[in-house]
């Protein structure tokens, strides 16, 4: 065995942030309706913020949900008040424990959250200038396709009509994958032996691009 560690591509990183995020346990029991009230409850309040960011602006939408907060605590606060008024005690105030709690960020923790969002952006950049810079023809024609389809989405749909749709898939996807994970996987490696295939060939009649096999 070669006790040579493999080499990190400069992407990797960048590639496996949300792929990270998603994997995590905490959204894995969201999006596969572990809990299906707490799902539901994610799933709907989602839908709410993104249908009226469709209707009203961001300033408006962010204005209404702080408003809407706003209320609650301050009726919240007006009617312990008047029990406490009406009952002769002193509980205090009702959100004490709140307000006693530290909500402050440390140093460490935002210099450890610094560092791992710097990592993600180096990746992103260096991801970015090999695939604009043409280091493998490949990829960067892979890129220039995608481009081109999504000016296509883009006549079609708009930014929060697509986050809508990605919304809706992120919590339908997973719980049809679970139950059909047999047949599903059966078709996609059967797509990625295709494609990998069809790209292969490209890569040996294409100039410019890098045999993949060959460096790795």
Not at 54 to 60: K, L, Y
Not at 148 to 170: C, M, P, Q, R, S
Request: glycine share 4%; hydrophobic share 45%.
């Amino acid at each position: 065995m070669d006790p040579t560690p493999k080499e990190q591509k400069p992407s990797d990183s960048f590639i496996s942030s949300p792929a990270s995020f998603i994997q995590s346990s905490q959204v894995k029991d969201l999006i596969y309706w572990r809990d299906p009230k707490k799902s539901g409850l994610v799933f709907g309040l989602s839908m709410l913020v993104l249908l009226s960011l469709a209707a009203f602006s961001v300033i408006s939408v962010v204005s209404y949900l702080l408003l809407a907060l706003l209320c609650v605590t301050i009726t919240f606060r007006i009617y312990k008040s008047v029990v406490q008024a009406v009952k002769k005690s002193d509980d205090g105030h009702p959100f004490k424990p709140l307000l006693e709690k530290d909500v402050s960020i440390s140093a460490e923790t935002f210099r450890k959250h610094v560092d791992a969002s710097l990592t993600y952006i180096n990746g992103a950049l260096k991801q970015l200038s090999r695939l604009f810079l043409v280091e493998d023809l490949v990829d960067s024609l892979k890129l220039a396709v995608v481009m081109w389809l999504l000016t296509y989405v883009g006549a079609i749909f708009n930014g929060i009509t697509i986050l809508i749709l990605v919304d809706i898939l992120l919590f339908a996807i997973p719980p049809v994958y679970e139950k059909n994970k047999t047949q599903i996987d059966q078709y996609v490696d059967l797509a990625r032996t295709r494609i990998n295939t069809t790209v292969a060939k490209l890569q040996e009649k294409l100039p410019g691009a890098v045999k993949r096999s060959k460096s790795e």
